[in-house]
């Protein structure tokens, strides 16, 4: 079960022009910049007091983040859940038939260990499992 929202993802065009906005309009403070390429984003992670929010700039048109900007545009991306052992909440929905898009977990910000639920399943929104990957 969650423990907690970890954050909210929002796809963007410019990462770096995001931050800015977000710093001005909210006050959020850059946590983390990073390049994840087998994801094919550059990702961003602000604090909001003890909030998270996660901006995404796709590193190319055909990578999941891309696709989604050409259909959808900017605005929200996905609900990241915290939870104790994405393993054990892969397995708990799997044995309930819902629809996953990461059978297994990979590595996503600050090394955590991150797995995405098919938006299929949840009524629209794309939902990802964080939990500390060491
Ligand atoms: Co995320």
């Not at 850059?30 to 796709?58: K, N």
């Not at 048109?61 to 609900?79: I, Q, S």
């Not at 799997?94 to 399943?121: C, K, N, S, T």
């Amino acid at each position: 079960m969650a423990l907690n929202v970890h954050h909210l993802g929002i796809a963007v065009p410019d990462v770096d022009a995001a931050v800015l906005v977000y710093s001005d309009l909210f006050g959020a403070t850059l946590e983390h910049r990073e390049s994840l390429d087998d994801q094919g984003v550059l990702a961003a992670s602000l604090l909001v007091g003890p909030s998270r929010i996660e901006l995404l700039e796709p590193l190319g048109e055909d990578t999941p983040v891309g696709r989604f900007l050409a259909k959808r545009g900017p605005g929200m991306h996905h609900v990241a859940f915290e939870v104790a052992d994405v393993v054990a909440e892969l397995a708990r929905l799997r044995a309930h038939d819902v629809q996953l898009i990461d059978e297994e977990p990979r590595r996503g910000l600050f090394g955590l260990q991150v797995a995405f639920v098919h938006p299929e399943a949840t009524g629209g929104v794309l939902a990802e499992f964080v939990a500390d990957g060491s």
